[in-house]
């Protein structure tokens, strides 16, 4: 019964592939997010999803699409993949009342991309 | 542009002593303040927050001091366990704004020895 949970954990694929990363939460959470974790190892915030809708869109290259088909769900596709996209990928959830209290958010286990 | 620092990358504990995890921030807008911990191969964990209207929040063995002056938060782990030994991620957030998100340090790994 993880609360969020994202597939595959670890990736490896050619340059030029084009691979999608699932993410589900089972908290009933209205918001959720995809970080990127890099070689220097910063998380870094790529984009937000409140309700099926695009709230945050962090300059990200436009190879990266999230696509929310539900609010339990947020997926990431990635086209072309280059050898800097290489990074472990965490998705998050939280509850959404960010403009009432902060919100904590709560992170999947990660996904671990390398590209060759 | 690192608006969340975290200078030590890494921190060694006797167990039973204190840990001091510290933090320095620069956009003065932030408001809201979090702790996450992070074992190899899982995701971070929230361990304790803080809001600017306070100036320490106290969690069991955990700690949180927050000086907004000198843009510094620190957390203590009193006393500190092996099972700590962790990193220990720093995050910073403005409440209110229609694209809240969390800015995060790079982190400090903390090693508690027994």
Known sequence: ?116 | DQQVKQNSPSLSVQEGRISILNCDYTNSMFDYFLWYKKYPAEGPTFLISISSIKDKNEDGRFTVFLNKSAKHLSLHIVPSQPGDSAVYFCAASVIGGSNYKLTFGKGTLLTVNP
């Not at chain 1, 939460?25 to 209205?30: K, M, R």
């Not at chain 1, 290259?61 to 072309?80: C, E, G, T, V, Y």
Request: aromatic share 10%; hydrophobic share 30%.
């Open chain 1, 1 to 116: 019964d993880t609360a969020v949970s994202q597939t595959p954990k670890y990736l490896v694929t050619q340059m030029g592939n084009d691979k999608s990363i699932k993410c589900e939460q089972n908290l009933g959470h209205d918001t959720m997010y995809w970080y990127k974790q890099d070689s220097k190892k910063f998380l870094k915030i790529m984009f937000s999803y409140n309700n099926k809708e695009l709230i945050i869109n962090e300059t990200v290259p436009n190879r990266f699409s999230p696509k929310s088909p539900d609010k339990a769900h947020l997926n990431l596709h990635i086209n072309s993949l280059e050898l800097g996209d290489s990074a472990v990928y965490f998705c998050a959830s939280s509850q959404g009342r960010r403009l009432v209290i902060a919100d904590t958010q709560y992170f999947g286990p990660g996904t671990r991309l390398t590209v060759l």
